[in-house]
């Protein structure tokens, strides 16, 4: 199993470019989710999904978006990135939320000058 | 609104010795707490869960704990060495909604 992958490592914007990040897992796990990094900080929540079809916000989703068409991906959309939006990107996913862990992608380093 | 704390920030200790790294939260409403292990450069790796009902959880030389009525969790790593050398997370999961709430973290160095 290659468990959560995320493309690209790295990635360098200009303000108001657009991109996707891409996430996949290979474990069918129904839960995925986006997370933000910000240097010195916890990790914030961006999006989420409990299964295909179906996502929700979390706790900073502004300039944001999600799909989740087929239970392996969970891209996120960023539109008219903004240097706000500089930071590290980390999509998890798990089986069930609260009893099983979750998983972590490696990061997307995300610089937006 | 859940608040998680990680103090101190940085803590440096010689090999071989047992260590407390401290998390604490506001809201003692939670699912669960989790312990992860953050490597520069690379994801996070989930070491521990402690579900709302449970007061421990143990995994090779570390222990969680976890105390709702004071919002206290504690990990304990024991003859430490220098490959636990790493920034580790706690996070909390409430009833309410899938977010985990995390702490900024505790930035370990093990010295050889």
């Known amino acids: 199993n290659a468990g959560v992958t995320q493309t690209p490592k790295f990635r360098v914007l200009k303000t108001g470019q657009s991109m996707t990040l891409l996430c996949a897992q290979d474990m069918n796990h129904e839960y995925m989710y986006w997370y933000r990094q910000d240097p010195g900080m916890g990790l914030k929540l961006i999006y989420y999904?409990?299964?295909?079809?179906?996502?929700d916000k979390g706790e900073v989703p502004n300039g944001y978006n999600v799909s989740r068409s087929t239970t392996e991906d969970f891209p996120l959309r960023l539109e008219l990135a903004a240097p706000s939006q500089t930071s590290v990107y980390f999509c998890?996913?798990?089986?069930?939320?609260?009893?099983?862990?979750?998983?972590f992608g490696p990061g997307t380093r995300l610089t937006v000058t | 609104k859940q608040e998680v704390t990680q103090i101190p920030a940085a803590l440096s200790v010689p090999e071989g010795e047992n260590l407390v790294l401290n998390c604490s939260f506001t809201?003692?409403?939670?699912?669960?707490l989790q312990w992860f292990r953050q490597d520069p450069g690379k994801g996070l790796t989930s070491l521990l869960l402690i579900q709302s009902s449970q007061r421990e959880q143990t995994s090779g030389r570390l222990n969680a704990s976890l105390d709702k009525s004071s919002g206290r969790s504690t990990l304990y790593i024991a003859a430490s060495q220098p490959g636990d050398s790493a920034t580790y997370l706690c996070a909390t999961e409430s009833y309410s909604n899938y977010q985990l709430i995390w702490g900024a973290g505790t930035k370990l160095i093990i010295k050889p």
């Open positions: 809201d003692s409403a939670i699912y669960n």
């Open positions: 999904s409990v299964g295909a079809g179906i996502t």
């Open positions: 998890a996913s798990s089986y069930d939320r609260a009893t099983y862990e979750q998983y």
